[in-house]
């Protein structure tokens, strides 16, 4: 099994529908992302969570919300979807150490969504 | 605040030449790691090689090698003896010491010619 894995891979969705992207995690983590990846703009962050108590907003959080509901589990949704969400989406863990030292992240395989 | 230059959208190399991609950044941070990453056509990210703030030695991995100059904020990806596999997107990153969010170029596109 994967280290981070996302579930759908996958969706396509209409204007104006509910919809919930999830990722799961057997890292043991603390640190959990969402980013989209848009052409041309690389991955920009979503939101992040650094335990099941803390969310925070990243650079694009409009439209989107998160929660966590376990330490290995981070989900996020669009409440209410539109086509500029139309996207690559990938969720990424970290450990809990600071900028020095190899940590870096590992990604999901990505959920690609388009809404129509 | 961080931020991540690419300035490459895209490149192209010709089979077993080395070429270098750009990456220069920018922050306040005196600790911090920078990464590259590929995504393959599959849309996987995959790292490849890492770079602290503090390390004197440039990093290598393989093929790979990351050309690190400090004073100038740059980070430059090498990779020798390119294979048609290495054909993918490549992400430059940076993450900082107090944050612990990466934040990431917007990509170079690297073709391998045979």
């Known amino acids: 099994d994967a280290d981070v894995t996302q579930t759908p891979r996958n969706r396509i969705t209409k204007t104006g529908k509910r919809i919930m992207l999830e990722c799961s995690q057997t890292?043991?983590?603390?640190?959990m992302y969402w980013y989209r990846q848009d052409p041309g703009l690389g991955l920009r962050l979503i939101y992040y969570s650094f335990d099941v108590k803390d969310i925070n907003k990243g650079e694009i959080s409009d439209g989107y919300s998160v929660s966590r509901q376990a330490q290995a589990k981070f989900s996020l949704s669009l409440e209410s979807a539109i086509p500029n969400q139309t996207a690559l989406y990938f969720c990424a863990t970290s450990d809990r150490a600071e900028g020095g030292g190899n940590y870096g992240y590992t990604f999901g395989s990505g959920t690609r969504l388009t809404v129509v | 605040a961080q931020k991540i230059t690419q300035t490459q959208p895209g490149m192209f190399v010709q089979e077993k030449e080395a070429v270098t991609l750009d990456c220069t950044y920018d922050t306040s941070d005196q600790s911090y790691g920078l990464f590259w990453y590929k995504q393959p056509s599959s849309g996987e990210m995959i790292f490849l090689i890492y770079?602290?703030?503090?390390?004197?030695q440039n990093a290598t991995e393989g093929r790979y090698s990351l050309n690190f100059q400090k004073a100038r904020k740059s980070a430059n990806l090498v990779i020798s003896a390119s294979q048609l596999g290495d054909s993918a997107m490549y992400f430059c990153?940076?993450?900082?010491?107090?944050?612990?969010?990466?934040?990431f170029g917007a990509g170079t596109r690297l073709t391998v010619k045979p």
């Open positions: 770079q602290g703030s503090y390390d004197e």
């Open positions: 890292k043991g983590h603390d640190r």
């Open positions: 990153a940076m993450k900082g010491g107090r944050g612990n969010d990466m934040r």
